[in-house]
């Protein structure tokens, strides 16, 4: 994280710092209140909650620009906040509110608002990589100057579609950057067990990709290197960002914790959570206060709740 | 109009499609170079795009170009291997237009050249057509002529969802005109008669035609009637319908085996027709249950003879 580098603007409520500490915490106030409402039966979709790693999806999703697209993962509900759907969108979906713009067809985390650059990635795993390929290709041969960014976690490396879209994108100088969670777990399986190096560098450099290991849990990290990234895929070599992060929540709301034995990973990782950090960065820098903050959450749990209402409300056809 | 080959119709559509539209782009295995060299002189390396043997991906871009509004033919080297790429034909391509709520659509054909009879064996003489008949939303056409090879073609890039198209190279040099419009999904009767509609796609479409002529100069003049299907999904049910209530009797030929379909589907079709309708029951000929060997596959097919005798005896 280096502060020196901001901007003024970045200081500002408008700014991205803002943006990053935001979109991360209502991400993480969504996920907790859908467990919630789950456990409580007011709502029945399963939820993969992106706790500590809330920082990769909004801090790439920021570094996008106007005409980019972005396919979600099944664990990146902050792309969606950082993409600029709402709640009450998400809601829809979910709940399946007559409003829903996909008729909630899809899994909640593939929901999909096409025009807004939020696509649907709803296939099996890795597939989606080859679809983003496609949108860049498109990208490409219009000349457009966007990107196409995807979402994968380091499961995926297993999945043929990963190579064999690294293979194409590599030579054809694709305007395409992939991101990976690499939070080091296939559901209940260690990385150790299934491939030789916990990082993905080595796995995407031979393809032609320009690869940067990220700090998945530092959100000013993530944002910086998804604008390299961008920049780089745009000139002519498709980007991998391998974000180096840590799942703190469990498995999904129906799974609960899947990984035995993580209590010490769980307590070293909770003390390099990203909106706690990007709390202190803002403290520090003289942005807000602890208090602030605190009123900020309290604002944006009622928001949620206002939000599940309205979208209830309209469920039931009131 | 003068006449044009199976093979050619095909190159022909591909060309006229690309024409008609800068942004359909074809993605394959040794096109720009060597299959579709003249086309990729005439639209450029940008269009007509060598690809690496990565089907499942091929197919999958094709997707995500379609969500920006592009066409794209995706060029598979022959039938069988539409198994790599089925993961993508089925959750991706086939899929995006419903996900979505038709708010995407995708213009993608994807071509599969049947190439049996090519000493290729079992990993290269499937038809493969029914290995994705239960898959909603997903086009599959069977040309059984040129004019219905360039038709076929030309309406697949106008669907919003997905289409298979299986090209026979066993019917590759046989010739036809090549109608003025677009007759959309229709099937086609391409002999007609007034005793028995044999209906078939693309090679068993073909043999139905020669059965019909060769009956005609026996004693069966005017006996036999073609329904080429062209799109074996969605079924022209209509043309089926009429054709088989005019002439009473149908014989419904499959190149592949029984168990899936378009021959069991038209066959439970004419099942519901009320009792009576018909004059005789109808007849199903398909492969056998069983892969299909190197040295000569022909055995284990339908064929002239096999069509010959079954359409004699439901015609007694």
Redesign the interface.
């Known amino acids: 994280m280096d502060s020196k580098q901001l901007t003024a603007r970045s200081h500002e409520r408008s700014g991205i710092a803002w943006r990053l500490y935001i979109e991360m915490l209502v991400t993480r106030l969504f996920e907790e209140a859908c467990v919630r409402w789950e456990h409580e039966g007011k709502m029945s979709a399963q939820v993969f909650p992106s706790r500590g790693q809330e920082a990769v999806a909004v801090g790439s999703c920021l570094a996008m620009e106007k005409g980019d697209t972005v396919i979600p993962s099944f664990r990146t509900r902050g792309a969606m906040m950082a993409m600029g759907i709402s709640i009450a969108e998400q809601l829809r979906e979910i709940m399946h509110s007559p409003l829903a713009a996909g008729d909630s067809r899809d899994a909640p985390h593939h929901s999909s608002w096409p025009d807004r650059g939020v696509m649907p990635g709803s296939t099996m795993i890795g597939g989606h990589l080859a679809m983003a390929a496609g949108l860049a290709l498109a990208m490409q041969l219009d000349g457009q100057g966007a990107v196409s960014l995807a979402f994968f976690g380091d499961g995926t490396l297993g999945s043929g579609d990963l190579h064999e879209t690294m293979h194409i994108a590599g030579s054809w100088s694709l305007p395409l950057i992939l991101v990976c969670e690499n939070n080091g777990w296939e559901m209940a399986t260690p990385w150790q067990k299934v491939r030789k190096h916990r990082e993905l560098v080595p796995y995407a450099e031979p393809f032609g990709f320009a690869t940067r290991r990220v700090d998945g849990n530092d959100p000013w990290d993530v944002y910086h290197s998804a604008r390299w990234a961008r920049a780089t895929a745009l000139a002519g070599q498709p980007a991998f960002l391998d974000c180096i992060t840590f799942r703190t929540g469990t498995y999904s709301s129906h799974f609960g914790e899947t990984r035995p034995g993580i209590e010490r990973e769980l307590t070293e990782w909770e003390r390099r959570d990203p909106l706690k950090r990007m709390a202190e960065w803002l403290i520090g820098s003289g942005v807000t206060s602890a208090a602030e903050l605190e009123r900020v959450r309290q604002e944006e749990e009622k928001r949620l709740v206002e939000s599940f209402n309205q979208v209830l409300a309209e469920v039931k056809g009131n | 109009m003068p006449t044009i080959s199976y093979r050619d119709a095909v190159g022909k559509a591909i060309q006229d499609s690309m024409r008609d539209d800068p ?1 359909l ?1 074809v993605i394959g295995q040794n096109i720009a170079g060597y299959t579709l060299k003249p086309l990729a002189e005439e639209f450029g390396e ?2 007509i ?1 060598d ?2 043997i ?1 089907e ?15 066409k794209a033919l995706v060029m598979i080297a022959y039938a069988d291997i539409a198994s790599v790429g089925h ?2 034909i089925v ?2 391509a086939a ?2 237009h ?4 038709g ?2 659509q995708c213009p993608v054909v994807i071509r599969l050249p049947i190439a049996r009879f090519r000493g290729h064996g079992p990993m290269g003489n499937e038809v493969a057509a029914s290995w994705f008949y239960n898959v909603p939303n997903l086009n599959i056409a069977m040309p059984g002529s040129a004019d219905e090879a360039y038709w076929n073609f030309r309406e697949a890039l106008q669907r919003p969802t997905p289409t298979l198209f299986f090209e026979d190279r066993s019917i590759h040099t046989r010739t036809s005109e090549i109608s003025a419009s677009n007759p959309g999904g229709k099937a086609r009767l391409t002999r007609s008669g007034n005793r028995l509609t044999i209906i078939g796609a693309g090679r068993t479409a073909a043999l139905a035609e020669d059965v019909a002529d060769t009956l005609a100069k026996q004693r069966y003049r005017d006996a036999v009637e073609v329904v080429s299907l062209g799109f074996i999904k969605p079924l022209d049910k209509e043309t089926i319908l009429s054709s088989t209530k005019k002439t009473g009797r149908a014989l419904i030929v499959q190149d592949e085996p029984p168990w899936g379909g378009y021959a069991p589907y038209i066959r439970c079709l004419l099942d519901e027709l009320p009792s009576g309708t018909l004059a005789a029951t109808p007849r199903i000929i398909s492969g056998v249950d069983e892969f299909l060997p190197y040295w000569d596959e022909r055995p284990f097919l339908p064929s002239l003879e096999s069509m010959m005798s079954a359409a004699q005896e439901v015609m007694s």
């Open positions: 942004r782009m940008s269009r795009r690809t690496s990565s499942s991906a091929m197919v999958g871009m094709a997707v995500g170009a379609a969500m920006k509004g592009w993961k993508a959750q991706s899929k995006i419903y996900l979505t709520r708010r995407l």
